[in-house]
Every structure is written in C-alpha cells, then in structure tokens.
C-alpha cells in the first residue's frame, strides 16, 4: 500500500530531519522505540544528488524493512536538479519527498536553499511543482513561520499547496529567530484552518505533555532536539496520543543504568552501518546527550569522547556508577 499523509492515523508523530542526527542508525533506533513515527534522512542536496555525488548517494541507502515510511528531505534551489534528484529518490524506493524550506544556517541561505525560499514564493512553488512533476510519490515542505515576520506564512504556504505540495511542517520561528525564543505555534493554528492538507507543527517539544498541550487543530506534532538523549520521548507522545497509557520507555520511569543496554543498541546499529572508526565518532554527540544527570556524568562524557572503540565505550557505560 502506497503512503499518504492524507491517510495516515492522527495524530502524525514525525522525526524532525536534521543535518548530522538523523542517519539511518537513529532513524532505526527511533522506529525500534516508537514504530509509528515517520522518520526523514538528514536534508540532502538536489544539485548533488543530479551530479551524482556519491557521499550524498550512501546518505540515501536504507533499511526498508525497519525504516518505512521512510521520507528523504532535500534542499536546493534549481528546478532542473529537483526533477533529476526526485526521480532518483523514488527510484530507489523511498515513500515521500520532503523540501527544505526552513533551514536558517548562514551557508544554507546565502545559496537561496532553505529558509531563504521564503523571501522567493514564486521559486519555492516552482520547486514544489518540479517535484511532483517528477514523482508519483508524496511531496511535502517543512519551513518556519517567514523571514522577519509570521505575516507570510499563510500566503506563502497556500502557494505551496497551489503546486501541489501534500503537507506541511511548521517550525514555530522565523528565520531572524534561529533557535532563539519560544516557539509560537499561534500562526501555525490558523494556518491549518486556512489549507487543505495536513500541517504538522515543530518547535519546543520535549516531553509528552509538550506535545499533547501544543496539538490542537493540528494533524500532528514534529520533534527534532527534543529527542537528544532522550528519543524514548517519542514512545512517551504517541502513547499518549494513541491510548493515554504512560509509556514502558517513560524518561521518568528509566534510570541511566537502565538505558545504557538501549544506548548500546544505538551504538551497535552505527557500528554496523558505518563501521566502527566512523559509527563510534559520530555517535559523540549522541553519546554527549545521553550521558547527564547524574554525579559523574562530565567525567564519563570525557572518557567517551576519547574513544572511537564500540568495546572501550561499552565498558566505559557498564562501570558508570549512577
């Protein structure tokens, strides 16, 4: 059966796509947790992904098995390249294509991708239509609330579903905000009584309670850094979401010596995937998140942190005294 948003139980529980995180390691990792969220790839390039780069091409390898409904996210800004990238992606069978629309890192928007397609709705439409032109799979956006003010998201994003794209997620800043602020989900509730499809919104989500609160009019909720060190939350939302039963992978619920076994899994899914030498060094930052809250936890990190070894780090987590 092919995926729909349209189709898809509500609320949507989404991984946020973020560049560095959400490799195919995490994304298994997550769906292992809480197998009803949709996991994205980490944002790739069209322009790379046209000119065949093959570092971007190991970006786009996943398990189908575990991984589905598995969405690539891309990011660019030339028609052309959107229609070569997008076939390529559907040829290697992945569910959905999501746009970029949102990113605010300097080197992103100084090439007019992400965030600065906002300043550019007749080229960020464009890009949509190129897509779906391409494809016969869904095309989504996620973008942020506008430039310097939420006046123009709900033009902006009606463009958008104008040239077809089939959802929305919302994070609840403007570009000049960065990560800085709350979030404000406002402009994101009225956005959805203004379009047909389905709107996720993201910003600020770090418990269960976060999520059910935020929800409102919305078709589902998008989490990005409040997974770091805790992806068992996303079990927490859906639970809650679905039947309102505390969850057996419940951050509370969970001592660290109790998660060290489900850490090790994170681990040994990198390992796997990557190798050891790069698997272990990319899982530091995960390793950083995971390691706190307890006396002795900056001494641990350290040691971590000097180790691309699976078997130092896993002796290094079994000897922790919490």
């Known amino acids: 059966m092919s995926f729909s948003w349209s189709t898809l139980p509500r609320p949507i529980v989404a991984l946020a796509p973020m560049a560095g995180v959400t490799d195919s390691s995490y994304r298994q990792f997550i769906k292992k947790i809480a197998p009803e969220v949709i996991v994205y790839t980490e944002f790739l390039s069209t322009d790379a992904i046209h000119f065949g780069a093959q570092r971007t091409f190991k ?19 030339e028609p052309d390249h959107f229609l070569t990238a997008c076939k390529v992606i559907e040829q ?29 709705p007749e080229l960020a439409a464009e ?35 104008e040239a077809g794209a089939d959802a929305l997620a919302i994070h609840g800043r403007r570009y000049h905000d960065k990560f800085t602020g709350s979030a404000n989900w406002d402009p994101i509730y009225e956005l959805k009584k203004s379009v047909s499809v389905p709107v ?28 770091f060190g805790n992806p068992w939350v996303m079990k927490d939302i ?33 390992v796997k995937i990557k190798g050891e030498q790069r698997g272990m060094l ?14 002795g936890a900056k001494e641990l990190r350290i040691a971590l942190m000097k180790t691309d070894k699976f078997d130092v780090t896993k002796s290094l987590l079994q000897s922790a005294v919490c």
């Open 59 to 77: 970006m786009l390898e996943f398990d189908p098995a575990l991984e589905r409904p598995f969405i690539v996210q891309i990011f660019g800004a």
């Open 92 to 120: 290697l069978g992945a569910d959905g294509i999501d746009i970029n629309m949102g990113c605010p890192a300097a080197k992103v928007v100084s090439s007019c991708h992400g965030s600065a397609l906002i300043r550019e």
């Open 127 to 161: 890009l949509v239509a190129s897509a779906k032109k391409a494809v016969s799979i869904p095309v989504s956006v996620k973008t942020r609330l506008g430039w310097d003010t939420h006046e123009t998201l709900i033009p902006f994003c009606k463009k958008l579903v």
């Open 200 to 227: 996720l919104g993201n910003g600020d989500i770090a418990t269960a309670d976060d999520a059910v609160q935020k929800l409102k009019n919305l078709d589902g909720v998008m989490v990005g850094r409040g997974t």
């Open 238 to 270: 859906c639970d809650a979401f679905r039947s309102n039963k505390q969850s057996i992978f419940s951050t509370p619920s969970l001592s660290f010596q109790e998660k060290i076994p489900f850490i090790l899994e994170h681990c040994e899914l990198a």
């Open 282 to 295: 990319e899982m530091r930052r995960h390793l950083n998140s995971y390691v706190k809250g307890f006396d």
